[in-house]
């Protein structure tokens, strides 16, 4: 909130927003970062490398606009569409689908969170 992402001019002080925005949006770039890197080293050699910051990603977000509190796009899916649930140790999980598919390989989780010290420490 520091950055100023949870600001809006209406209110006297900053609301947390829903979720981990900027941490959650600077991970996957920085997985796309990682991607990219590996293409480019195929095609062209070489090695690469990627700078993100959470206040980067903030200010992209902010430079993007809002929409008033409750207004969504006419565009958006209801949130409901892109949630999955699945049994965890501390019961139903309820989580966001990871975004986008790959070609054999379509992304997901084979298992809920697990209680800790459950797994073996073995390599699979």
Known sequence: MSC??????????PKPLPAQVLDHATGWLAACAA???LRRRASEG???????????????FTDLG??????????????DEL???TDSF??????IRIPGELPG??????????????DQPTWT
């Open 46 to 60: 070489g090695s690469w490398r990627a700078r993100l910051a959470l206040a980067r990603t903030a200010a992209w």
């Open 4 to 13: 100023g992402i949870a600001a809006e001019p209406l209110r006297a002080e």
């Open 105 to 118: 390989a379509p992304p997901g989780w084979r298992h809920g969170a697990r209680a800790p010290g459950s």
């Open 90 to 95: 501390a019961g139903k999980l309820r989580y």
């Open 83 to 85: 949630m999955s649930e």
């Open 35 to 37: 991607i990219d890197g």
């Open 66 to 79: 809002r929409l008033p509190d409750g207004v969504a796009g006419a565009d958006d899916p209801a949130p």
